[in-house]
């Protein structure tokens, strides 16, 4: 690699890092010097457990899908708190904005859910399609947009937070099995169909 070459790399780095991953709408950080030190903790209830996701105060929220619960661990004490979510939400991915709300995607009510960790206070958006498998959620930067797939129904659905309007937007593909999204600095979102293998943009 030519030093040019190398030294666009590096300029580019860190905007490659803000787009990948799974932590849309918080800052990814840098650990500085790698230890390789691992722990681990039991989560209070293990039934199909996932997607952590960061939240802007250190904390990890977690979905857990089987136990129909959204749980948040404080690295500091080393200790977790569940929320119950309503009956049937099943939240399948849990993501959180930089005011701090937890997003999940109710996969098995078909909803979009908000959790304020400061009240306890729950709120379901019924998306449009009333049952369509939501899978995957992504929150733009600015937090205004979340962009959730319905795996059930090809489509996805840009909710505005403030107003809790939804506009659904129909996949041309059919089966297209959307497990990843994201939304480039321009706000466009892209997803990769794990079923149909194709690369596609909503604009």
Partial sequence: MNPISYLLLLLAAPLLA?????NYGIAPGTLPDLAGKVREWPVPTPKFARDPAAAPDGSIFISVMSGNKVARFDPRTQ??????????HRPHGVLVDKQGIAW???????????????????????TPSGGGG???????????TIWV????TDTVVRLDPK????????????????RKMI???GGKLWYVGSHSGRLGVVE
């Fill in 149 to 152: 797939n319905e795996i059930n």
């Fill in 18 to 22: 803000w787009a990948g991953g799974s």
């Fill in 79 to 88: 200790s977790f708190r569940e929320w119950d979510m309503p009956s049937g």
């Fill in 104 to 126: 999940t995607t109710g996969n098995g009510n078909g909803t979009i859910g908000r959790l304020d960790p400061a009240s306890g206070k729950i709120t379901e958006f019924k």
């Fill in 183 to 185: 939304v480039d600095a």
């Fill in 134 to 144: 939501p899978h995957t959620l992504v929150i733009t930067d600015d937090g205004s």
């Fill in 163 to 178: 107003t809790g309007q939804m506009r659904t937007v129909k996949l041309p593909t059919r089966n297209t099995g959307i």
